[in-house]
């Protein structure tokens, strides 16, 4: 039997449970490891010999698994030490035993000479989104007009030249959201208020600023190797997810359907996967009026329960194939 190890988190299970259920079905075992739950639930031991590692991961459940019998790794989520009990230990050395687990756990882990499902430090890379969208451009994507960096005038100047502008956030940094949970930025309209503001802004951190494009349609594009599954939605039947379909979530979510996309859009995305060095991304794109389709980015390791639950798509036994595969 073919054992995965998912190196993930305890409150993942919308991507985890359809992927243990496909990997078993093949014959195969994903064996869960809850990285928030490392290092006071779960053990990893490991010895060096030449080239890689020997030893084993135990999982909270006390399963385990012996290094050398791994057959490959879904990278799903590093959230190491999140739950760690925090009576008795002092902030600093919390964060400092939460840093040391990660980079064991990570750089180890990594080493391992087998298939991963992404490899994490491309995966860190492919997360700088000014890194991305240049590779994007690179294999023919069309992205929208795009200004990056801390500079007033030069950013009056990009915003001078455009009809309507959004922002985006660069980086993967957690907010609070309208329902008391933690979210990712939103992409933002930019009005006149905010470019009044914006030079003192720029002084406290760098901006991204686009040129907004007219949409018909939002997909998320899951690319899977080869394979790229694709599923939309109209995010302007609300006003609330006219700029970004995510506003209108719980809303928009179920009516997510299957979308076709043409043979060369789908060959670009592999080819940005391809040039990254990635098997997996979650690309999300624009469909405008005239029928053109805009690249908005690619998340590496991004989600896919909604697509896979809503548009039917057999997400899950694509990545579950592409894990199993020798």
Not at 106 to 115: D, K, N, V
Request: proline share 6%.
């Amino acid at each position: 039997m073919k054992t995965i190890l998912a190196v993930t988190c305890s409150d993942e299970d919308t991507t985890f449970v359809p992927l243990a259920k496909a990997v078993e079905a093949r014959g195969g075992r994903l064996l869960r490891f809850d990285t928030d739950r490392f290092p006071h639930e779960c053990q990893l031991s490991g010895e060096l010999v030449p080239g890689t590692w020997r030893g084993e991961v135990v999982n909270h459940l006390g399963e385990r698994v012996a290094l050398d019998a791994l057959h490959a790794v879904w990278w799903r989520r590093m959230r190491t030490g999140l739950n760690m009990p925090k009576e008795g230990v002092p902030p600093h050395v919390r964060r400092a035993a939460r840093l040391e687990s990660e980079v064991t756990l990570e750089g180890l882990i990594a080493s391992l000479p087998i298939q991963h499902v992404d490899d994490p430090f491309l995966v860190h890379r492919a997360e700088r989104k000014a890194w991305q969208f240049a590779q994007a451009t690179a294999v023919g994507l069309h992205i929208p007009e795009t200004w990056l960096g801390n500079a007033g005038p030069s950013a009056l100047r990009f915003a001078g030249r455009q009809d309507r502008l959004i922002t985006k956030g660069m980086s993967l940094v957690l907010i609070p959201g309208p329902h008391g949970n933690l979210e990712t930025m939103p992409t933002s309209a930019v009005g006149p208020e905010e470019l009044e503001t914006l030079p003192g802004d720029l002084a406290w951190s760098t901006a991204c600023l686009q040129a907004r494009v007219d949409k018909t349609m939002e997909v998320r594009a899951v690319v899977v190797g080869d394979r790229v599954l694709a599923a939309g939605v109209d995010s302007q039947q609300l006003e609330v997810s006219e700029v970004d379909w995510r506003e209108g979530d719980f809303a928009l979510m179920p009516q997510f359907r299957r979308v076709d996309l043409p043979d060369a859009l789908a060959a670009k995305l592999v080819a940005l996967n391809r040039r990254m060095g990635l098997r997996y991304g979650g690309a999300d794109l624009i469909r405008t009026p005239e029928g053109e389709w805009i690249f908005l980015e690619i998340n590496p390791g991004g989600e896919w329960g909604w697509v896979q639950e809503f548009a039917e798509l057999d997400v899950a036994g694509t990545l579950a194939d592409l894990l199993l595969a020798d």
